[in-house]
């Protein structure tokens, strides 16, 4: 299907939504930017509908509300993301790689990645888990039987209560869906390159993949300079991030040894860096401190949420390999 096709099929299912047509994407604040993100996800959409057993649909869309929704009614599936998030992408990518290229670890292990490349591959993985994060979305719903009620998921930009169980639940395995992907793909990257993998290479591609992860999450919530646990329908940017750097490097780890330390390395790492676009934009905040501050109520928050996802037999942690096959990475 084409994008006429694909916004002729959303807009039967929503007809009050704003949908945006590639001839209106002079309407982002990037015209280019918002092009070639397009292009990445309609090559995803092709890939994934040739081999999934359901159909997906993609559009971009105004909405104030929400930053991305997932929604599946019967056998139809649509993912819109809002126009703001691609607006506001571009520089959370471009700001957090020039403060990891300033930073002196990054200067003196001789990175051998050059900043235009770097941005390339960080559009590129930050696209891939967005989408396949909202992808994680429609796959939980096609693995629960389904009835004549719609189901979807909206990524809110607000600090939202009560605390929803399958919100939290559904969040973080769509963020493990998200983040392997990119993973697996800077893996085939560093292999097509042939730049050898070893500690540094990966030490400082997982420092930028989770600064910019958590940059995104930071950026779209609010109420973030606290944790908090079970108050929000969602969980808090800070544990989204940890869940995501420990995953990262469970795929790496099957192409490269890692000892326990080397987590907590990113993750200061990656925190002081934070620290510092923080300053940068003159909202200094200590985000070390926050974690430091609350770290074992964290992990007890992780520990919990490990333990009642084996009550969701739909979350694609379940059956990641085969949908990786599926996928072809």
Not at 51 to 63: A, D, G, L, P
Not at 205 to 220: D, G, K, M, P, R
Not at 298 to 317: C, F, V
Request: glycine share 2%; proline share 2%.
């Amino acid at each position: 299907m084409n994008n006429t096709e694909h916004l002729t099929l959303i807009q039967k299912y929503f007809p009050e939504t704003d949908l945006i047509s590639v001839d209106e994407f002079s309407l982002f604040d990037n015209e280019d930017f918002a092009l070639k993100t397009f292009d990445y996800i309609s090559e995803a959409i092709d890939n994934i509908n040739s081999k999934f057993e359901f159909k997906t649909h993609f559009s971009f869309r105004f909405n104030i509300n929400f930053n991305a929704k997932a929604w599946t009614f019967k056998d139809v599936n649509i993912i819109m993301l809002n126009h703001s998030i691609i607006n506001d992408l571009e520089p959370i990518i471009k700001d957090s790689i020039s403060i990891f290229l300033k930073e002196n670890f990054t200067k003196a292990s001789g990175f051998p990645i050059e900043e235009d490349i770097l941005l390339e591959l960080f559009i590129y993985l930050t696209m891939s888990y967005l989408f396949f994060h909202e992808l994680g979305h429609i796959i939980q719903f096609n693995s629960t039987s389904k009835g004549e009620n719609c189901s979807e998921f909206n990524e809110s930009s607000h600090y939202e209560s009560p605390y929803l169980e399958k919100n939290h639940v559904y969040e973080i395995d769509a963020d493990l869906f998200g983040v392997s992907v990119g993973s697996i793909l800077i893996l085939q990257y560093l292999e097509e390159n042939k730049i050898k993998l070893n500690l540094s290479i990966l030490f400082n591609l997982v420092t930028l993949y989770a600064l910019i992860i958590s940059n995104i999450f930071i950026e779209f919530a609010n109420k973030f300079e606290r944790i908090y646990f079970k108050e929000s329908a969602y969980p808090h940017p800070i544990i989204r991030t940890r869940f995501c750097i420990e995953q990262i490097l469970n795929i790496v780890q099957e192409n490269i040894t890692i000892n326990e330390e080397y987590f907590n390395m990113i993750e200061n790492r990656y925190l002081l860096l934070l620290n510092e676009m923080r300053k940068h934009k003159d909202t200094e905040f200590d985000y070390l401190l926050l974690l430091k501050e609350n770290e074992e109520n964290i992990i007890k928050y992780m520990d919990e949420i490990e333990k009642i996802s084996d009550n969701y037999p739909e979350l694609t942690r379940h059956k990641a390999q085969e949908i990786y096959d599926l996928i072809g990475i």
